[in-house]
């Protein structure tokens, strides 16, 4: 008896293991749920949905999670997803910075959910409020939004929501006039000076490593003097649905494809009634 009973509990702990493995695995390969902390995201998403993130679909990360102790950079590795981003995904990020939005590097502790502006390669625009990719007005974010920003003066804002990046002189951007800014990609190479180096500067300086300064009248990537830089990662433009109420792209600049968690896929839990189970679009 005693021999049946030892032998039932190394079973019911093995298979303990064995489904706390696998919980292990599904998260970190497959699918997470998130809870949706603000409204930046409505009507899409509301304050308190939970949400599946699909990881397949882009390529799950994999990295060392305790880097952060250390105050080192992460390391990320990415397998093969089923596609790259596309416009108009709603997309699970880790924020890209950690205190000032002056030094990229990215904080695992807090995530962001936004929906797909620009991709590498794309010029954003917002003209009278509406995004404007490659020349085309209409096709991303939320629509409706984008009309009732239109239809609104810079006097109904507090200048901290109008000003957006790079909050710099030669670029008085804001929430109705933004732009063009092409978004950067692997292999896609900018011109650099003076004027424009406020646009890609701090992701030059993650990317290389090295102080990115203007010196009489150069623009030096450690010491070396350029006139232009190719970058060696993918970056996207993200945006709230609520565009008037969304800390996104149109302030902190490029989002990072290393930071992306997933792509948002079902809402599995709502509170408003008929929201649960719900495809995300």
């Known amino acids: 008896m005693k021999g049946k009973v030892s032998e039932m509990v190394v079973n019911v702990l093995f298979w303990i293991c064995i489904l706390f493995v696998g919980w292990i695995v599904l998260n970190v390969l497959g699918y997470s749920s998130f809870k949706i902390p603000s409204n930046s995201m409505e009507p899409a998403l509301v304050t308190g949905d939970r949400i599946w993130v699909a990881k397949p679909v882009l390529g799950a990360r994999i990295f060392n ?9 992460i390391t990320i590795r990415r397998l093969p997803g089923w596609r790259k981003a596309k416009r108009n995904d709603v997309l699970v990020f880790n924020f890209p910075y ?3 939005w002056d030094t990229v590097c990215m904080d695992l502790g807090t995530y962001y959910v936004k929906r797909c502006i620009g991709v590498p390669g794309d010029t954003v625009e917002i003209s009278e409020g509406f995004y404007v990719i490659n020349g085309q007005k209409g096709t991303v974010g939320n629509q409706s939004a984008q009309k009732a920003l239109s239809l609104k003066s810079q006097e ?14 030669a670029y008085p951007w804001n929430i109705r006039h933004f732009g063009p800014l092409v978004v950067p990609g692997e292999g896609i190479c900018v011109p650099l000076s003076p004027e424009n180096l406020c646009l890609y500067k ?3 300086e993650w990317e290389t490593g090295k102080e990115v300064i203007c010196r ?4 030096y990537i450690g010491e070396e003097p350029t006139d232009r830089y190719c970058f060696r990662r993918d970056y996207y433009f ?3 649905d ?3 109420d969304s800390k996104d792209s149109r302030y902190w600049g490029f989002l990072p494809e290393v930071c992306i968690v997933g792509k948002a896929w079902i809402i599995w839990k709502s509170e408003e009634e008929g929201r649960t189970w719900k495809l995300i679009k």
């Open 65 to 73: 999670p305790f880097a952060p102790l250390h105050k080192k950079d």
């Open 98 to 100: 950690r205190s000032a």
């Open 156 to 169: 109904e804002f507090e200048p901290e929501v109008y000003n957006t990046f790079p909050y710099h002189p």
């Open 202 to 204: 701090r992701w030059i």
């Open 216 to 219: 009489n009248q150069e623009v």
């Open 238 to 240: 993200v945006g709230g």
């Open 242 to 244: 609520r565009v008037e």
